[in-house]
């Protein structure tokens, strides 16, 4: 499996598991629809999970008059994956997890999910 493709079943992972509180493995065997397991896929999913705490307090810190609560649920997974990659994965580069987020962004966000998303990650990685 490509890992934009990785990506985008991971955000689909994410996003049933924060509406629905489905479980990780559920929701991961859901979003494959029958097709092979994917390792880049679980990592991204699990270790989203394992670390979500320090993931939504990066998001918070850098939204400016707003809550993550009042976020679209897209776009909060969406960050969520992508500051996972930035802070905690060793083998994406920082660019390339950026770049993922505001395409994956672009076909399951709203028309200013890229950008609001570009900005968000630029806050992140100028850290």
């Known amino acids: 499996m490509k890992r934009r493709i990785a990506r985008e079943k991971a955000l689909q992972a994410l ?13 991961i065997e859901f979003v494959l629809e029958d097709q092979k397991a994917d390792l880049f896929l679980q990592n991204l999913v699990e270790g989203t999970l394992k670390n979500l705490q320090e993931i939504d ?11 993550i609560d009042r976020l679209s649920k897209v776009d909060v997974n969406i960050l969520r994956l ?3 990659e930035i802070k905690f994965s060793i083998d994406v ?12 962004a672009k076909k399951f966000g709203d028309d200013k999910s890229g950008k609001f998303i570009n900005g968000i990650l630029s806050k992140v990685k100028g850290e």
Do not use: C, F, R
């Open 93 to 104: 580069p920082e660019n390339v997890a950026i770049n993922e987020a505001i395409e994956v």
């Open 15 to 27: 996003y049933q598991i924060d509406i629905s509180g489905t479980e990780p493995a559920e929701a």
């Open 57 to 67: 307090q990066e998001i918070s810190k850098h939204l400016e008059n707003w809550s």
């Open 82 to 84: 992508a500051i996972y």
